[in-house]
C-alpha cells in the first residue's frame, strides 16, 4: 500500500460546523471529527484509558484556578471528556489531561482538500461523490 | 468499533458475574401495578418521604449526566431502565453469565411511613423479577426490604425464600443505627435461615444522617470517600454488637465501599480488641476472623496504587476468595473486566474474582 492510498474522503468541509463533531468509518476504523474554529482534528473513536467511545463525549473546557474562591475557563471547547469515565483529552494534541504523560489518544492526520483537487488525483478514496465546487475532509490513516 | 472485540474475549472464556448492576424505572409509575390501590393513590398523591434536603433530587452529588455512562441514556427513561440497552451495551459483550441487580430507591429502605415502605419493598421485590429478571435470566433480584421495619423485612425474606431468583437481601448500610444494632437482627436470623447474604450497597438512601460523620461534604470527591468510611462504621459496628458471633451463619457482601482498608481495619480492630475487650466479652474471637469468614467485597471502583502489584499483596490479605468483580453499570464509573486489574493476576485469581467467588457464594451453577 502506498502511502497515498491511506488517504480517504470522509466528509464535506461544511458538514462539520465549528464547534462540533462527526464520527465517521474509514476502512473499518471509527474516527471522530472536530472543527476548533475552522482547524480539524481527528481522533480514534476508542479511549486509551477503558476503550470508550471517546469521540461521543462532550466538548468543553478547562476549569483552572488559582487558589479557593478563583475559577476561569480556559481553552473554551478544546478538550473532549469520555462519555465513559470522564478522562478528558486535548483535541488538538490528543493528549490526555489526566495522564498527559504516559496516555494519548490516536491522532490522525486530517486535511481540508478543494473538489477540483480530488476529482483529479486517482490516489484519495471516496466514500461519496465529490463535486468540484466544495471542499472535503481527507483523513490519512497512516499519519 | 470495540464491540467485535469484546465478543472475540467473552468467546475466549472471560465470563463474568457482575455483583453490581442498577436497574431503574422508566418513570416512577412502573412501580403502579406491583403496588396495592391504596398505596398507588398514596404515592400519587403524596410521594415518597425521602430523608434529604431536596425532595425530587438525587440524594448525592454527582460528575456528570446525573452520575451516568453519558453513552447508557436509553431513548427514553434513565440508564438502567432498558433492558434491551443493557443487554447489548454491558451484559453481552463483557460476557455477562449472571447479574446481580442493585435497586436502591423506592425500594422502601429510605421511607419513613412503615407501611408504605412495606408496599414499596413488595412492589419493588416484583416489579425486578417482572422488568429484568424474567426476561433476561442471567440477571438476579435482591430481596430489597425497609430495615428500620424488622418484622415487616423477614416476612418479606420467608415470601421469597424459596424462589432462587432471588440471590442476596438487600438493606440500607446508612440505616438510622449502625447496623451492629439489636434492632435490625431479626433481618439477619432471617437471612442466616433463609440462606441469602446480607448486600449492604453505599450510598443507599440516607437515614437521616449526613453522608460523613463531620457533616455533609461540598464536593463530589469528598462524597466519594464518604462511602468508604461509612463502610467502615459499619463492619466494626456488625463485629462489635456481636452479630458474627451471635449468627455464624450469616454472610455479608460490602458493595462499592472500596476493599483495601479492609486489611488495616482489621489489624487495628484486633489490637485494640486484644487490651480491651472486657468492654464487649460477647466478641470472642479476634475481629479480623470475624470479617474473614463473614464478609465478601465486590471490586469497583478498584483502588489503583502507585505500584500496581500492591494491590495484589492487598487482596492475598484479605483473601483471593473474598473479593467479587463489580461493574457498576451503567455508572460512569464503572470499570470495565478487561481493564480492571493494572497488575496480571494469574488465571486461577481471575477465575476467583469475576466468576468462581460469586458462584460460590450465591449458589450460582
Redesign the interface.
Known amino acids: 500500500m502506498t502511502r497515498r492510498e491511506t488517504r480517504q474522503v470522509v466528509a464535506r468541509a461544511s458538514d462539520v460546523k465549528p464547534g462540533t463533531a462527526r464520527v465517521v468509518t474509514v476502512k473499518?476504523?471509527?474516527i471522530g471529527i472536530f472543527n476548533l474554529d475552522g482547524e480539524f482534528f481527528a481522533l480514534a473513536?476508542?479511549c486509551p484509558?477503558?476503550?470508550?467511545?471517546l469521540c461521543?463525549?462532550?466538548i468543553v473546557a478547562l476549569v483552572q484556578s488559582d487558589g479557593p474562591g478563583h475559577y476561569r475557563l480556559a481553552r473554551q471547547q478544546e478538550f473532549l471528556?469520555c462519555?465513559?469515565?470522564?478522562w478528558e483529552f486535548d483535541i488538538r494534541t490528543g493528549q490526555s489531561w489526566c495522564d498527559p504523560n504516559s496516555t494519548r489518544a490516536r491522532q490522525f492526520a486530517i486535511t481540508v482538500e478543494p473538489g477540483a483537487q480530488l476529482v483529479k488525483g486517482p490516489y484519495v478514496a471516496e466514500t461519496f461523490p465529490v463535486s468540484v465546487e466544495e471542499d472535503y475532509l481527507v483523513i490519512d490513516l497512516a499519519g | 468499533m470495540n464491540v467485535p472485540l469484546r465478543h472475540a474475549a467473552a468467546s475466549a472464556g472471560l465470563t463474568i458475574v457482575d455483583c453490581d448492576i442498577h436497574p431503574a424505572y422508566r418513570t416512577p409509575q412502573d412501580l403502579h401495578p406491583f403496588l396495592p390501590a391504596r398505596w398507588r393513590e398514596h404515592m400519587t398523591t403524596f410521594g415518597e418521604h425521602l430523608r434529604q434536603g431536596l425532595s425530587g433530587q438525587l440524594a448525592w452529588p454527582r460528575m456528570m449526566a446525573a452520575g451516568m455512562r453519558l453513552d447508557s441514556f436509553p431513548e427514553q427513561g434513565p440508564p438502567g431502565s432498558d433492558l434491551k440497552l443493557m443487554q447489548t451495551q454491558h451484559l453481552d459483550p463483557n460476557g455477562v453469565e449472571y447479574g446481580m441487580l442493585m435497586q436502591l430507591s423506592r425500594g422502601g429502605m429510605e421511607e419513613r411511613n412503615l407501611d408504605f415502605a412495606a408496599a414499596l419493598s413488595g412492589a419493588v421485590n416484583d416489579w425486578q423479577l417482572e422488568a429484568f429478571v424474567k426476561p433476561e435470566p442471567r440477571l438476579r433480584a435482591g430481596i430489597v426490604v425497609p430495615q428500620e421495619d424488622a418484622a415487616f423485612a423477614v416476612s418479606e425474606i420467608e415470601r421469597r425464600a424459596d424462589d432462587r431468583r432471588f440471590a442476596q437481601i438487600l438493606i440500607s448500610p446508612r440505616s438510622s443505627d449502625p447496623l451492629g444494632h439489636r434492632r435490625y437482627w431479626p433481618i439477619y436470623e432471617a437471612a442466616q435461615r433463609c440462606d441469602r447474604p446480607i448486600a449492604l450497597h453505599v450510598q443507599g438512601f440516607s437515614g437521616g444522617h449526613a453522608s460523613t460523620p463531620s457533616g455533609w461534604p461540598t464536593y463530589y470527591l469528598q462524597e466519594h470517600y464518604a462511602a468508604t468510611t461509612g463502610m467502615q462504621n459499619t463492619l466494626t459496628s456488625l463485629v462489635f454488637e456481636g452479630v458474627f458471633e451471635r449468627f455464624p451463619g450469616l454472610k455479608v457482601v460490602l458493595i462499592e465501599g472500596g476493599f483495601a482498608w479492609a486489611p488495616a481495619l482489621a489489624w487495628r480492630m484486633d489490637k485494640h480488641w486484644e487490651r480491651m475487650r472486657q468492654e464487649v466479652p460477647h466478641v470472642k474471637r479476634p475481629p479480623s476472623e470475624y470479617v474473614r469468614e463473614h464478609c465478601w467485597f465486590t471490586t469497583q471502583p478498584i483502588e489503583e496504587p502507585e505500584t500496581p502489584a500492591h494491590l495484589a499483596d492487598i487482596i492475598g490479605w484479605i483473601g483471593w476468595d473474598r473479593l467479587m468483580f463489580s461493574t457498576d453499570y451503567p455508572h460512569w464509573d464503572f470499570d470495565d473486566p478487561q481493564h480492571v486489574f493494572k497488575f496480571q493476576p494469574t488465571e486461577e485469581q481471575k477465575q476467583k474474582i469475576f466468576r468462581d467467588n460469586a458462584k460460590a457464594l450465591y449458589g450460582l451453577q
Open positions: 473499518g476504523r471509527d473513536n476508542r484509558h477503558a476503550g470508550g467511545p461521543q463525549g462532550r471528556r462519555p465513559w469515565h470522564g
